[in-house]
């Protein structure tokens, strides 16, 4: 949720009316074919089945926003691609445990949704009917998402645009306080006292834990006058630590120096993550520097987990993740989808063939548990 906020004239407006709709989507395939009709900004392309999208077309628009020259988003996508998995089936594993403990809270599979929203600004979603007959709002896509996934045994995220008026946040967040436990939230680098004001009402909510999307910090030069965001520096991360009663978990970490740092800090956990591609145009695949990452912080001790997402299409990339150091991952952009094409049951749906898949990966490679997954599951590159 990135830019602009919802205009008055926008929330106003009769609701359009889009056609084609599967009204009852029974698969992953039906709820793709909704999502391509209420997205203006994103064609959701199926080049590889799946709706998985390459970052190079055919529709030659973005997916939605993959940023700048999309190279961030296509490295992404091509690191899980260029990675090969050790194909092992004489064992006796044929039911893997996909339970994992994330700071505190059990989840049926180590996938998370990822952290997304702005209808209107960031989906060309908003004030259309969807495929249910109502009309697509804020809260109807958070709840998609953190429904579903609750449903799913997971956790899903509600977002925080930099241009939304506290109203918008706290409209999610009622969404939040629904799941008391089993939702998460994300609020904007911000100043620190609109943190703290934010963090008030997630802890409200009942949010387990909450992320702060560091690596927005370049939107400072677009925001919108008293929309402040602001880059962190060791100080102000510590400062939130000490403010916040729940975990911090700090999102768009792509170094092993902030890596340490946020440790330094007291945070829960670290998302690596480059905003899936979306707020610099050329930085490495999250998962080319995750290992380095995990490595450093291991060796000097800290505990924290490391989750990464960008670019996590199938089960077989969650394991990929997992064997180079990752705790869990975040699906940002299939599970958006999920959610704007088919609600509820859209995102469960697309939780349980992510889960599928990952057990499938595991049986077809000898992994019987997900918190134990060796890196010789990879094969090594020379
Ligand atoms: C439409 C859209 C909105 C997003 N909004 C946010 C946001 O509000 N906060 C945030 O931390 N990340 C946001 N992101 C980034 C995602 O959380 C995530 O890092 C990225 O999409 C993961 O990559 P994937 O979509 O390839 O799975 C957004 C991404 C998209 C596509």
């Not at 007959?133 to 709840?143: D, Q």
Request: charged residues 20%; positive net charge.
């Amino acid at each position: 949720a990135e830019s602009v906020a919802m205009t008055a004239a926008a929330a106003t407006e009769a609701p359009k009316a889009v056609s084609g709709y599967i009204t009852e989507p029974k698969n992953i395939k039906d709820v793709l074919s909704n999502a391509r009709k209420i997205m203006d900004t994103c064609a959701a392309c199926d080049v590889a089945g799946a709706g998985r999208c390459n970052g190079k077309g055919p529709c030659g628009e973005t997916v939605p926003g993959m940023g700048g020259k999309r190279q961030s988003f296509v490295r992404n996508i091509e690191a899980f691609e260029g990675m090969s998995l050790n194909m092992r089936t004489v064992h006796t594993i044929s039911h893997p445990n996909t339970e994992i403990e994330l700071l505190g809270v059990k989840l049926s599979m180590p996938i998370l949704t990822g952290i997304t929203g702005g209808l209107t600004y960031n989906m060309g979603a908003a004030n259309k009917l969807a495929f249910d007959g109502e009309v697509m709002t804020e809260e109807k896509y958070a709840r998609g998402i953190i429904e579903g996934a609750a449903n799913a045994g997971s956790l899903g995220w509600a977002a925080d645009g930099i241009g939304d008026p506290l109203e918008t946040y706290k409209r999610r967040m009622s969404v939040v306080s629904e799941f008391k436990g089993r939702a998460v939230a994300q609020i904007k680098p911000r100043t620190q006292p609109e943190i703290f004001e934010r963090l008030d009402i997630v802890q409200a909510a009942g949010a387990p834990f909450f992320a702060i999307d560091v690596d927005s910090a370049g939107r400072a030069a677009r925001a919108l006058p008293g929309k402040t965001v602001e880059p962190k520096d060791l100080k102000k991360l510590k400062e939130i630590v000490n403010y916040a009663k729940i975990p911090f978990i700090a999102k768009g970490i792509m170094t092993v120096d902030e890596a340490l740092m946020c440790a330094e800090a007291g945070c829960g956990a670290i998302i690596v993550s480059n905003h899936g591609g979306r707020v610099l145009s050329s930085t490495p695949a999250t998962m080319h520097v995750l290992p380095a990452i995990v490595k450093a912080v291991r060796d000097r001790g800290y505990k924290l987990p490391i989750l990464v997402d960008g670019g996590v299409r199938d089960g077989g990339d969650v394991l990929k993740a997992l064997a180079c150091g990752a705790q869990a991952v975040l699906v940002g952009r299939p599970m958006l989808r999920a959610s704007l094409g088919g609600g509820v049951k859209g995102v469960e749906m697309q939780f349980k063939r992510f889960h599928t898949e990952l057990v499938s990966s595991m049986v077809l490679t000898g992994v019987a548990d997900v918190n134990k997954v060796d890196p010789a599951v990879l094969v090594q590159q020379v």
